[in-house]
């Protein structure tokens, strides 16, 4: 096990691509806390849809996105951008979409715990 993190870490390591380095693209850290906060946004607008059908989902959408896109002081631009370039390489996503899948996890076990 401690191998295959090990790997895995020299891996990103060795991926960081040249748009990484001249800051065009999000750090992964910084991609996984945003993208987990999108998702529990997706998550609750289609909650609130089935209760209150005045919501316009786009409208309601888009100002939440900004505001997750605030709190994480992310560029929206910067963010499609580099999912973007996450799209074109499956590695890099597997190993975001793996830590936003930890990182749910550990948020639901600090829930159950208190």
Not at 1 to 25: D, Q, V, Y
Not at 75 to 99: I, N
């Amino acid at each position: 096990m401690r191998k295959t993190i090990m790997i895995g870490i020299l891996f990103l390591a060795a991926c960081a691509s040249k748009e990484t380095k001249t800051g065009k693209l999000l750090p992964i850290k910084t991609m996984q806390q945003t993208v987990w906060q999108l998702m529990q946004v997706d998550e609750y607008l289609t909650r609130q849809i089935q209760t209150d059908t005045t919501i316009q989902p786009s409208l309601k959408k888009a100002q939440y996105y900004q505001q997750v896109f605030n709190i994480n002081k992310v560029d929206r631009v910067q963010f499609y951008t580099t999912m973007d370039y996450l799209d074109k390489h499956p590695v890099e996503m597997k190993v975001l979409m793996d830590s936003v899948e930890a990182l749910s996890k550990r948020e639901k076990l600090t829930l159950i715990a208190h």
